[in-house]
């Protein structure tokens, strides 16, 4: 076995404790617990803000809504339909023009 300078050593031991917490999985009797970092990100103030909070973040980070590109409010639109339709989001079909407009007012490309 080759033995690792201190250099190297230490190099290794600073990269270990500052890399981020990512995923952590801990195995009990049959089971795996996932834990998460913490949410961060937040939704931006405006209209609509509390039920698209209420909708999107049950399936997805802020993060990840924000990182979609601008879009059109077709195109947003056809987005919070496949959330509902396709992958089961449970959004009231009143709440989904409140959804979009927020959307739009926040990442919209119109």
């Known amino acids: 076995m080759r033995k690792l300078s201190p250099a190297t050593m230490a190099l290794a031991a600073l990269f270990t404790l500052a890399a981020p917490p990512m995923l952590f ?3 009990k009797s049959g089971e795996v617990k996932i834990d998460l970092p913490p949410e ?3 939704l931006k103030p405006g209209p609509g803000m509390d ?6 973040k049950t399936c997805h980070s802020v993060d990840y809504i924000y990182m979609q590109p601008p879009l ?3 195109q947003w639109t056809a987005t919070v339909m496949k959330m509902k339709k396709v992958f089961g989001a449970p959004i009231p079909d009143n709440d989904v023009a409140i959804i979009v407009n927020y959307l739009v007012s926040q ?3 119109e």
């Open 25 to 27: 999985a801990e195995e």
């Open 40 to 42: 961060t990100a937040q």
């Open 51 to 56: 039920t698209a909070s209420r909708n999107c």
């Open 72 to 74: 059109t409010r077709e």
């Open 107 to 109: 990442n919209g490309k």
